[in-house]
């Protein structure tokens, strides 16, 4: 069965501190893979999506970028992080490019919630 | 540019209630529309994922419906319990020329069970 893994659960980090939030799906090959951002109280906003290795469409303008080494990893970065950059952070991945046809579900990790002061 | 309404934002009911959680959307050109479940700093786990040709999906005590020509969709919960206490998301997959398909969240209802 496939599996999403996403850390670190938690991070505080200062303002100008990097960041990096790495996500893996295990039992699968060439999914698609996703990082939204959850602001307090608001809905999800899609960051990044990647269709395969070293493909990454950004979605927002922002201080973020998203790094995809691997197959089945996908990485969530910053190089100087901001104060609007707290938020809770979840990775997700479908079989095939969003979800056209088919039951083609989106699987979600756990989240990783970053804090930064 | 599709955009995903959830009402009411939150709803507190006694144990037992039946209720219904509403989605709407303003593109109706939408290839799929699912529902999810988040607990509080939670990821989410998917409900219920109705297909554009469906009208509805059921799964235990919950049940989806589907009306695209008005964009709406209801999620309704049989017998609510204090487990089902979450936030609750819909989401459509919609097609844009210049990106390819999308999936547009709403903002969700935050749902209170009470014993």
């Known amino acids: 069965s496939q599996t999403i893994h996403q850390w670190p659960a938690t991070l505080v980090q200062p303002v100008g501190s990097p960041l990096s939030l790495e996500c893996t799906v295990e039992?699968?090959?060439?999914?698609?893979l996703y990082w939204y951002r959850q602001a307090a109280g608001r809905g999800l906003q899609l960051l990044f999506y990647?269709?395969?290795?070293?493909?990454i469409s950004s979605e927002v303008p922002q201080n973020l970028s998203a790094s995809r080494p691997q197959d089945r990893q996908f990485i969530l970065s910053s190089k100087k992080l901001l104060l609007s950059d707290s938020g809770f952070y979840l990775c997700?991945?479908?079989?095939?490019?969003?979800?056209?046809?088919?039951?083609?579900?989106?699987?979600f990790g756990a989240g990783s919630r970053l804090t930064v002061l | 540019k599709q955009e995903v309404t959830q009402i009411p934002a939150a709803l507190s009911v006694p144990e037992g209630e039946n209720l219904v959680l509403n989605c709407s959307f303003t593109?109706?050109?939408?290839?799929?529309l699912q529902w999810f479940r988040q607990d509080p700093g939670k990821g989410l786990t998917s409900l219920l994922l109705?297909?554009?040709?469906?009208r509805e999906q059921t799964s235990g005590r919950l049940n989806a419906s589907l009306d695209k020509s008005s964009g709406r969709s209801t999620l309704y919960i049989a017998a609510s319990q204090p487990g089902d206490s979450a936030t609750y998301l819909c989401a459509v997959v919609f097609y844009q020329e210049t990106s390819g398909s999308r999936l547009t969240f709403g903002e969700g209802t935050q749902l209170t069970v009470n014993p």
């Open positions: 997700a991945w479908s079989i095939s490019r969003v979800l056209v046809v088919g039951a083609n579900v989106l699987t």
């Open positions: 593109d109706s050109a939408i290839y799929n």
């Open positions: 990647s269709v395969g290795i070293g493909q």
């Open positions: 109705i297909q554009s040709s469906q």
């Open positions: 039992g699968t090959s060439n999914p698609n």
